[in-house]
């Protein structure tokens, strides 16, 4: 079954870490660029973070550059998200979502089911 | 960033009866070299993540009802439930993805049930 399957996500003070991962399956990961995207609650969808498949080309919303970092290991079909020095405003469902298989279409055909950052204290 | 808008924020529509969204873009999403609209519609429920409805504003994606379809052009665009069903009830959200990878998302739009 192609699926994402997110984790990580929990309560966190700010100024704290937290790394997410999300587990890919069904389909070749490597040949895909993958996204995180967030929801805060009650809110809309926010691109946070992007990268290609080989993990050779990284990308970031401002709001997040400088304190999250993406990162994939291909042999074991996981994305990962670092965020450090964490603020309320990061409070959100953390998504995965895969791209499109068009090579300069970025529109996400496949979303993981999301876990839950929670920054306070 | 290029800021994408939607109307209305929520909309209530009979069973059966046609809904319809719409969102704008505060630039062109229309690339000129293919003549394609860079703009998608998702669907997102209660407690689920979005599902991807309609890429290059008008093309469905595999399985989607053909009761949804999207129109439109440039800055301005639409997205039409032609019968609504009881299923349809969720929030809809444009996006575009002419400026790469930095994608941004409408507000989205909440559909219901009169």
């Known amino acids: 079954e192609v699926q994402l399957l997110e984790s990580g996500g929990g309560l966190v003070q700010p100024g704290g870490s937290l790394r997410l991962s999300c587990a890919a399956s069904?389909?070749?990961?490597?040949?895909?660029?993958m996204s995180w995207v967030r929801q805060a609650p009650g809110k809309g969808l926010e691109w946070v973070s992007a990268?290609?498949?080989?993990?050779?080309?990284?990308y970031y919303a401002d709001s997040v550059k400088g304190r999250f970092t993406i990162s994939r290991d291909n042999s074991k079909n996981t994305l990962y998200l670092q965020m450090n020095s964490l603020r309320a405003e990061d409070t959100a469902v953390y998504y995965c979502?895969?791209?499109?298989?068009?090579?300069?279409?970025?529109?996400?055909?496949?979303w993981g089911r999301g876990t839950l950052v929670t920054v306070s204290s | 960033d290029i800021v994408m808008t939607q109307s209305p924020d929520s909309l209530a529509v009979s069973l059966g009866e046609r809904a319809t969204i719409n969102c704008k873009s505060s630039?062109?999403?229309?690339?000129?070299?293919?003549?394609?609209?860079?703009l998608a519609w998702y669907q997102q429920k209660p407690g689920q993540p979005p599902k991807l409805l309609i890429y290059?504003?008008?093309t469905r994606e595999s399985g989607v009802p053909d009761r949804f379809s999207g129109s439109g052009s440039g800055t301005d665009f639409t997205l039409t439930i032609s019968s609504l069903q009881a299923e349809d009830v969720a929030v809809y959200y444009c996006?575009?993805?002419?400026?790469?990878?930095?994608?941004?998302f409408g507000p989205g739009t909440k559909v219901d049930i009169k």
């Open positions: 979502a895969k791209k499109t298989t068009h090579p300069e279409d970025w529109y996400f055909d496949l």
């Open positions: 069904g389909f070749t990961f490597s040949s895909y660029a």
């Open positions: 990268i290609s498949g080989s993990g050779g080309s990284t």
């Open positions: 630039q062109s999403v229309l690339y000129s070299s293919n003549n394609k609209n860079y």
């Open positions: 290059w504003a008008s």
């Open positions: 996006q575009q993805y002419y400026s790469t990878p930095q994608v941004t």
